[in-house]
């Protein structure tokens, strides 16, 4: 089976533009995680998805970032206008939210990760 | 709130010798303890797991034991390798989502 997909796996962009991250979950998952890892930080949560609903973005940092999940296959991280700050490595990740038996499910699959750098 | 706190990097060892990387953490509730790894230019990966008291969780000669007494979870192995070198995180799951420690770094020399 296919992993957690990331698109691009490098991002470039100049301070002020507009910067979309792609993340594709795994086929019959229906939880998604966005975070963000800096040396500085750490790894941080900053929004998750429950059925393609956004149930906690308080990690988002400010209100440049947006996220989308507008079906179970797919979703979007979106900074604009980009600052050099958010330069990190974006990671994707998702979870069968439900196991077999009905509990909620506590392991997360993460993608390879989008490394933005914002000069 | 609920935090992860793990042993500062790096650690550097040599071939063949014993690990233990320190994990505790603060909850309320029942947690389920973790255990990811993350190689060079990767996601991470789970590592192990363990869903009660007492359990033990093991993968690839890596252990981990949930001891509710003393809120820890240390990470040990009997003798690592080169391939072992990563960075390796401690997490906890509690209210349906994933609270991670800072990471802790492991350098094996041969």
């Known amino acids: 089976d296919a992993g957690v997909i990331q698109s691009p796996r490098h991002e470039v962009t100049e301070m002020g533009q507009e910067v979309t991250l792609r993340c594709k979950p795994i086929?019959?998952?229906?939880?998604l995680f966005w975070y963000r890892q800096t040396m500085m930080r750490g790894l941080e949560l900053l929004i998750y998805f429950n059925n393609n609903v956004p149930i906690d973005d308080s990690g988002m940092p400010e209100d440049r970032f947006s996220a989308k999940m507008p079906n179970a296959s797919f979703s979007t991280l979106k900074i604009q206008p980009s600052e050099p700050r958010d330069s990190a490595v974006y990671f994707c990740?998702?979870?069968?939210?439900?196991?077999?038996?009905?509990?909620?499910?506590?392991?997360?699959?993460f993608g390879p990760g989008t490394r933005l750098t914002v000069l | 709130g609920d935090s992860v706190t793990q042993m500062e990097g790096p650690v550097t060892l040599s071939e063949e010798a014993f690990l233990t990387i320190n994990c505790t953490y603060t909850?309320?509730?029942?947690?389920?303890l973790f255990w990811y790894v993350q190689y060079p230019g990767e996601g991470l990966q789970l590592l192990l797991k363990a869903t009660k008291a007492d359990d033990k969780g093991s993968n690839k000669g890596f252990e981990a034991t949930y001891r509710k007494e003393t809120t820890s979870f240390h990470l040990e192995k009997g003798s690592v390798q080169v391939s072992d070198s990563a960075v390796y995180f401690c997490?906890?799951?509690?209210?349906?989502?994933?609270?991670f420690g800072t990471g802790t770094r492991l350098q094996v020399f041969p």
């Open positions: 997490a906890l799951h509690n209210t349906d989502k994933l609270i």
């Open positions: 086929s019959g998952h229906n939880s």
């Open positions: 909850a309320t509730g029942y947690p389920s």
């Open positions: 990740a998702s979870r069968r939210r439900f196991s077999a038996s009905g509990g909620i499910t506590d392991t997360q699959y």
